[in-house]
């Protein structure tokens, strides 16, 4: 009896080995090893793959070259060829080529569905000639674009001086917003566009229009440490003691942003220091 309960104990063992055995190899040879599992305990087995594992490709340049889009795909939708060259020749300063497509028919207003216009793309680029032909063809200067901004105001936006005075005069809006609350005042005073800022404030001298943080062009002018626009704002009669909505001058955003020209400019010409240091710009 004890011989015989010893035998069976050593054939479980050996099935528990064997077991074992075609386990490891199973995961590490896959199916061919699990052949030698005993068919009683087959079932133990993890469960064979649903599908043989693809092997891996590779896709050839020229198969590539079958499926990458179209260059043309990527380019704005318009009405037809002769609006959408309109649109490059405008942007590239070609003014032959623009005369040429506005001959043959091309709409100076046609746009894409982004709402880019010839009229923008020559404004943003400083090309006057194309500018003043689109416009005596008849091209909006009031329409918008990307982000919501005018010919007027892409031009503040570039500095172009020359075209922000021929857009005004064409009538285009100094009021105009762009999609993130500035006029083109705002704009050309945030980045210091001085001569812009000139030509904007003769034709319409509102110096209190505020963009979405509550700071007027004063203020813009004074942190961003433009000397020379901000020159040009007091010049035309800006208050150095403007507050903005939050009853901060000028001359805090100097001091705040340690703008040692601007913060002296604003002091010499009358702004009040009150609480304010200039001992933070040593």
Same mark, same amino acid.
């Given at each position: 009896?004890?011989c ?10 050996r ?13 590490l040879?896959g199916?061919?090893?699990a052949?030698?599992?005993p068919a ?7 469960p ?31 009405a037809?060829?002769?609006e ?11 003014l ?6 506005l ?11 982004q709402?880019?216009?010839? $009229?923008? !793309? =020559?404004?943003?680029?400083? +090309?006057?000639? /194309?500018? #003043? *032909? &689109?416009?005596?063809? %008849?091209? @909006? ?10 010919? $007027?105001? !892409? =031009?503040?936006?570039?500095? +172009?001086?020359? /075209?922000v #005075? *021929? &857009?005004?005069?064409? %009538?285009? @809006? ?5 999609d993130?609350?500035?006029?083109? $005042?705002?704009? =050309?005073?945030?980045l210091?566009r001085?001569?812009?800022? #000139?030509? &904007?404030?003769?034709?319409?001298p @509102?110096?209190?229009?505020?963009n ?5 062009? $004063?203020?813009? =002018? ?8 901000l020159?040009? &704002?007091?010049?035309?009669?800006? @208050? ?21 020209a601007?913060a002296?400019l ?13 001992a933070v710009?040593?």
């Open positions: 009896m004890r015989t309960r010893f035998q069976s104990m050593i054939i479980d063992t099935h528990v080995f064997a077991l074992a055995a075609g386990l490891l190899l199973a995961c040879g199916a061919a090893a052949q030698d599992v009683d305990l087959e079932w133990l087995l993890p064979a793959p649903l599908r043989e594992p693809r092997a891996a490709s590779r896709t050839t340049p020229g198969q590539f070259a079958d499926i990458k889009p179209d260059p043309d795909a990527l380019e704005p939708i318009y037809d060829a002769a959408r060259t309109l649109f490059r020749a405008a942007r590239a300063g070609d032959a080529g623009v005369k040429a497509l001959a043959q028919g091309a709409r100076p207003n046609a746009g894409d569905h709402g880019n216009r010839p $009229l923008i !793309a =020559a404004a943003a680029e400083g +090309h006057i000639e /194309i500018t #003043r *032909l &689109l416009l005596e063809r %008849g091209a @909006d200067p009031g329409v918008k674009g990307p982000e919501g901004r005018t010919p $007027l105001g !892409a =031009a503040s936006l570039r500095g +172009h001086a020359l /075209i #005075r *021929l &857009l005004l005069r064409a %009538g285009a @809006d100094a009021e105009a917003k762009s993130n609350g500035n006029t083109p $005042l705002l704009d =050309a005073a945030q210091g001085t001569a812009v800022i #000139r030509e &904007l404030l003769a034709f319409d @509102d110096l209190l229009r505020f979405r943080d509550g700071l007027p062009a $004063l203020a813009l =002018a004074a942190r961003e440490g433009h000397a020379a626009a020159l040009a &704002l007091l010049d035309h009669g800006a @208050d150095p003691n403007t507050l903005d909505r939050d009853g901060r001058p000028a001359l805090f955003w100097a001091l705040f942003k340690k703008r040692r601007a002296h604003l002091v010499e010409r009358g702004a009040e220091i009150g609480v304010m240091s200039l710009l040593d």
